[in-house]
């Protein structure tokens, strides 16, 4: 593996080329802030977050989930949030009996309340099943929040907030949303925990 340092270092410089570019973009900023804010909110009146993703993306949805429900940094109550990634049941008994396209929609359909939020994440923002899971949503009354990367798609169209990482790669994309999600879960517990 004579190569490997080179790799890692070639793929460290990557990773900063995009983090420079998210701290330059005015627009996440306002777009992450506005997430922030709805997010708060919706905890405050006892809502839920749902969540969800495929592949990466669908870990991400777990992760993401367990930052609310248990903690990100402070111990504080639970907050409602579910990763619709998470139930293999729900997941293989829509994509079976009707379509993968409904695994998530479905979901928000039976789930989505008045006050949640659906948080919907895919790097390329061009997954069917996030496109028809943020329709459900708005078909509910849900206010909708998209991660992607920095593509114009029918889902970040969709959306009603769209946070696009400013990069075309899988892996930058997926490294930036973890520090947006980690970010806005700090924001949510200062805002509603130190007060």
Request: glycine share 14%; charged share 25%; with cysteine.
């Given at each position: 593996m004579a190569d490997a340092g080179r790799i890692i270092l070639e793929n460290i410089k990557a990773h900063s080329e995009?983090?420079?570019?998210?701290?330059?973009?005015?627009?996440?900023?306002?777009?992450?802030?506005?997430?922030?804010?709805?997010?708060?909110?919706?905890?405050?009146?006892?809502?839920?977050?749902?969540?969800?993703?495929?592949?990466?993306s669908a870990a991400d949805s777990n992760h993401l989930a367990a930052e609310f429900i248990n903690?990100?940094?402070?111990?504080?109550?639970?907050?409602?949030?579910i990763s619709l990634a998470a139930n293999a049941s729900n997941i293989t008994s829509i994509a079976n009996d009707y379509s993968f396209e409904e695994v998530f929609s479905k979901q928000v359909?039976?789930?989505?309340?008045?006050?949640?939020?659906?948080?919907?994440?895919?790097?390329?923002?061009?997954s069917p099943n996030i496109l028809a899971a943020i329709n459900a949503?708005?078909?509910?009354?849900?206010?909708?929040?998209?991660?992607?990367?920095?593509?114009?798609?029918?889902?970040?169209?969709?959306?009603?907030?769209?946070i696009a990482v400013p990069s075309s790669s899988t892996p930058r994309i997926q490294e930036m949303h973890l520090l947006l999600y980690h970010m806005i879960c700090d924001c949510v517990e200062r805002e509603l925990f130190e007060k």
């Open positions: 995009c983090f420079e570019g998210l701290c330059k973009d005015r627009g996440i900023t306002e777009s992450a802030e506005g997430a922030c804010r709805k997010i708060a909110q919706c905890l405050r009146d006892g809502g839920k977050l749902l969540i969800c993703g495929n592949g990466g903690r990100y940094a402070k111990e504080r109550r639970p907050l409602g949030a359909s039976a789930l989505a309340g008045k006050g949640d939020i659906l948080i919907a994440i895919s790097t390329s923002g061009k949503a708005k078909a509910k009354g849900v206010f909708s929040i998209l991660f992607t990367g920095n593509v114009k798609t029918p889902a970040s169209f969709a959306a009603d907030l769209a």
